[in-house]
């Protein structure tokens, strides 16, 4: 989403000089991202802070030069934060359209599992796998889960949880 508002006053011109103001991101962290994404030629990375950040690669001028006049609140979608050289997946590239789903681990859900992950209940889902996996439901990405072997971290963002009961087998 984009939103521009037009001043009739009067005002000098501004004039466009590329000047990068977000932070590159290391060559060794982005060629660990490029098999996360479907078309990672399409994709450029930032990093801001601890958090990598993907944006259109056609559209980084424009988004650069919005940033360096206005207060973007947010820009881009938060791939992953970096952890003591470790990348956390982050939740909003979970749902990206962009998300390369065949390169992570899987774990799909029953609808009441599904329920009680989207509700950021403790799940024990024994799994040989170890490491970060997306979970699914008739798939269709949930969010992420750190498997343990014997249980599972959960990594839905706790402010987005479901809290109120209801019976997700219910017709009605």
Do not use: C
């Not at 706790?158 to 009961?165: A, D, H, K, Q």
């Amino acid at each position: 989403f984009i939103s521009v508002l037009r001043k009739k006053a009067e005002q000098k011109e501004i004039s466009i000089h590329r000047k990068k103001n977000f932070d590159n991101l290391s060559a060794p962290i982005r060629d660990r991202l490029i098999p996360w994404f479907k078309n990672p030629e399409k994709i450029a990375f930032i990093k801001h802070e601890e958090l990598i950040i993907a944006l259109p690669k056609n559209y980084i001028f424009e988004i650069e030069f919005l940033a360096k006049f206005l207060r973007v609140i947010q820009k881009g979608t938060a791939i992953a934060t970096i952890k003591h050289d470790k990348l956390i997946p982050e939740h909003a590239f979970a749902l990206a359209t962009e998300m390369n789903a065949d390169h992570f681990p899987s774990l799909a859900l029953t609808i009441e599992q599904a329920i009680a992950y989207l509700r950021k209940d403790v799940l024990n889902l024994p799994t040989d796998h170890r490491g970060f996996a997306l979970i699914n439901h008739r798939n269709l990405p949930l969010g992420w889960g750190n498997l343990l072997g014997n249980r599972m971290n959960n990594l839905y963002p706790s402010g987005w949880r479901i809290r109120n009961e209801f019976d997700p087998t219910a017709q009605g």
